[in-house]
């Protein structure tokens, strides 16, 4: 139970506090730059946005967000509570990079907590699970939320995806990849040390180990994320001391730091929750092993309940019994930041059948690159929700109906690894070539994409982002590009084109979610 008194006494507290350490990681193991390892201890904290329930949205995502982060009044009135839990982080899942943090973050940098931030958002602001791309958009939005907090002295990580890949679709996998790459350099570019994470849904141990690998090995240019989050719900109610062997063997060897990013099973006996699992996860062998761990989400929310007002929080007995077990957590500190030593990654695995993926990382997106093409752009497909991904797979099953009434199929694009955007674009652009360009169909820019995109497999570090400018263009299909097209009559050239001209595309989202339709 927290009133305005005591938060007001904090706010005196925070004064005298000292700087918050800078935590940095060698190798699998985190240190404050006093030497002593630092594992997290944490906790989620999140207000639930609004979950529209549905076939198409199996895992029960928000499709809005509240930005914990830029309430002041209600992080005055939280910090004290996520003090007396003893956390020294916690997890923000979604934040609105034009809106103020300042007092927030300074508030938590002062409390000594760190925050491990998520550069996703809902609906079409992450990497897609079925239909992957890595865009301007993303990019400009994860670069945009890095400038916003760039400046907070606690920001322990970012995380470029929760729960992306799944043990039933890998195919994103190349673009956290490429998005941890892109990200990675942006930061050294801007001399931030803030550690790049994923946090990883749970699975059978094949796919948790496809996924581990595949994030941290050895890619030039350096590719690798530097934290592993796994969402584990594994321990339930008074679990045996046993629970964690199995994770804790599977990260045994692991070159960068793994912690849980999520934990804390709710539909468990005993119920409050007893937190069994925190004594064993800061204790060996865990500490050894799975080096280090924490944050629980308690689901929706689990620990605490807000008065009317909003004006003061009720903790309830799950908090109270986490408390205990937090605020008796003492860090086991070997090896020390002078001993530790750091494994080089290893090589990258091949793609797998339990882990089908393209071998090769799609390029940076270009801003200046997309920019040229939307402007020499014939024909531009607009969607009219923000939820397109949904909305481009139904596209793409109209569009090979089409193709298959001109005598065509969409077989060229069963595989895996190619994004939404080069599937619809290239069912288009066949259907535009074997309808023989009719003025219905969309005519593009080949050429466009050759005068703006000098190499379709670019990678380079990513500058700031452009301001926000929304892109007017028109989504009436034109039958000449103003690029006039290519005279080209020949399907296996025009196909060639349309590889090539994809491949550097498909980084591209052109005026705001827009996905070209022909290429040719
Ligand atoms: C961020 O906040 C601004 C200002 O309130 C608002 O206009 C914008 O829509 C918000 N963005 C998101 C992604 O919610
Ligand atoms: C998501 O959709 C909104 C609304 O169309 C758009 O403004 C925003 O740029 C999109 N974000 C991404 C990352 O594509
Ligand atoms: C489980 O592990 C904890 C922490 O190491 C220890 O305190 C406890 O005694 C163990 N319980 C059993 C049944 O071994
Ligand atoms: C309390 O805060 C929530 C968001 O966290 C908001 O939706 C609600 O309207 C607020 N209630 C009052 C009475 O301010
Ligand atoms: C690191 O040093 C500490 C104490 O100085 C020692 O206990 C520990 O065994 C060393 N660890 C390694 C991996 O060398
Ligand atoms: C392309 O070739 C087809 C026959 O394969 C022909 O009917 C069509 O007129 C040709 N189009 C152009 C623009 O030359
Ligand atoms: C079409 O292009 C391919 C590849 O360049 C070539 O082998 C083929 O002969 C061409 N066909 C025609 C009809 O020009």
């Known amino acids: 139970?927290?009133?305005?008194?005591?938060?007001?006494?904090?706010?005196?507290?925070?004064?005298?506090?000292?700087?918050?350490?800078?935590?940095?990681?060698?190798?699998?193991?985190?240190?404050?730059?006093?030497?002593?390892?630092?594992?997290?201890?944490?906790?989620?904290?999140?207000?639930?946005?609004?979950?529209?329930?549905?076939?198409?949205?199996?895992?029960?995502?928000?499709?809005?967000?509240?930005?914990?982060?830029?309430?002041?009044?209600?992080?005055?009135?939280?910090?004290?509570?996520?003090?007396?839990?003893?956390?020294?982080?916690?997890?923000?899942?979604?934040?609105?990079?034009?809106?103020?943090?300042?007092s927030c973050m300074s508030a938590l940098s002062n409390a000594g907590i760190y925050v491990i931030l998520d550069l996703t958002l809902p609906l079409n602001g992450s990497i897609d699970t079925t239909l992957p791309a890595w865009s301007t958009n993303t990019l400009d939005q994860y670069l945009r939320t890095i400038d916003a907090f760039e400046k907070y002295d606690n920001v322990l990580a970012y995380n470029i995806g929760n729960e992306v890949m799944t043990p039933s679709a890998t195919q994103a996998a190349p673009f956290i990849v490429a998005a941890a790459?892109?990200?990675?350099?942006?930061?050294?570019?801007?001399?931030?040390?803030?550690?790049?994470?994923?946090?990883?849904?749970?699975?059978?141990s094949s796919f948790v180990d496809a996924v581990a690998d595949y994030l941290a090995c050895n890619r030039s240019p350096a590719a690798a994320i530097d934290l592993y989050g796994l969402n584990n719900y594994e321990w339930c109610g008074d679990a045996a001391n046993t629970t964690f062997n199995g994770v804790n063997a599977r990260f045994a060897d692991y070159e960068v730091a793994a912690y849980f990013s999520e934990f804390g099973s709710e539909t468990c006996s005993p119920n409050p929750r007893v937190w069994t699992e925190i004594p064993v996860m800061f204790s060996q062998p865990m500490v050894d092993v799975y080096y280090f761990s924490a944050?629980?989400?308690?689901?929706?929310?689990?620990?605490?309940?807000?008065?009317?007002?909003?004006?003061?929080?009720?903790?309830?007995?799950?908090?109270?019994n986490l408390a205990a077990k937090f605020n008796a957590v003492t860090f086991v500190n070997s090896p020390t930041k002078a001993n530790a030593t750091s494994a080089a990654l290893p090589a990258c695995?091949?793609?797998?059948?339990?882990?089908?993926?393209?071998?090769?990382?799609?390029?940076?997106?270009?801003?200046?690159?997309?920019?040229?093409?939307?402007?020499?752009?014939?024909?531009?497909?607009?969607?009219?929700?923000?939820?397109?991904?949904?909305?481009?797979?139904?596209?793409?099953g109209i569009a090979c109906g089409l193709v298959g009434n001109v005598g065509g199929t969409c077989d060229d694009i069963s595989s895996n690894g190619q994004t939404a955007s080069i599937k619809l674009?290239?069912?288009?652009?066949?259907?535009?070539?074997?309808?023989?360009?009719?003025?219905?169909?969309?005519?593009?820019?080949?050429?466009?994409?050759?005068?703006c995109i000098p190499s379709p497999s670019a990678v380079f570090t990513p500058s700031a982002p452009p301001v926000l400018i929304p892109h007017p263009r028109s989504a009436t299909p034109s039958a000449s590009g103003a690029a006039g097209g290519s005279n080209n009559n020949n399907t296996s050239d025009a196909r060639r084109g349309i590889w090539v001209g994809m491949g550097a595309v498909a980084g591209c989202v052109v005026g705001g979610m827009v996905w070209t339709l022909a290429l040719v």
């Open 181 to 204: 790459r892109d990200v990675r350099a942006y930061l050294d570019s801007i001399s931030s040390s803030a550690l790049v994470g994923y946090a990883a849904i749970d699975g059978g």
């Open 295 to 320: 944050i629980s989400r308690g689901h929706e929310f689990g620990m605490a309940t807000l008065s009317a007002d909003n004006a003061s929080v009720s903790t309830n007995a799950d908090f109270e």
């Open 425 to 451: 674009s290239y069912v288009m652009s066949e259907y535009y070539e074997l309808s023989h360009r009719a003025p219905t169909a969309c005519s593009g820019a080949s050429a466009a994409a050759s005068s």
């Open 1 to 102: 139970m927290l009133n305005t008194l005591a938060a007001a006494a904090l706010l005196g507290l925070i004064a005298v506090a000292g700087a918050i350490p800078k935590v940095s990681r060698t190798g699998r193991y985190l240190f404050t730059d006093d030497g002593n390892r630092f594992f997290v201890k944490g906790i989620a904290y999140q207000t639930q946005g609004v979950v529209v329930a549905g076939p198409d949205n199996p895992l029960n995502e928000p499709s809005t967000f509240v930005d914990n982060l830029a309430d002041d009044a209600a992080c005055a009135r939280d910090i004290p509570v996520l003090q007396k839990l003893g956390v020294n982080a916690i997890r923000a899942y979604a934040t609105n990079s034009s809106l103020n943090h300042d």
């Open 349 to 396: 695995p091949p793609a797998s059948t339990a882990f089908a993926v393209a071998g090769t990382l799609p390029p940076t997106p270009d801003d200046a690159a997309c920019g040229c093409l939307a402007d020499e752009l014939g024909c531009v497909f607009q969607p009219p929700t923000d939820d397109y991904m949904v909305l481009v797979g139904t596209l793409i």
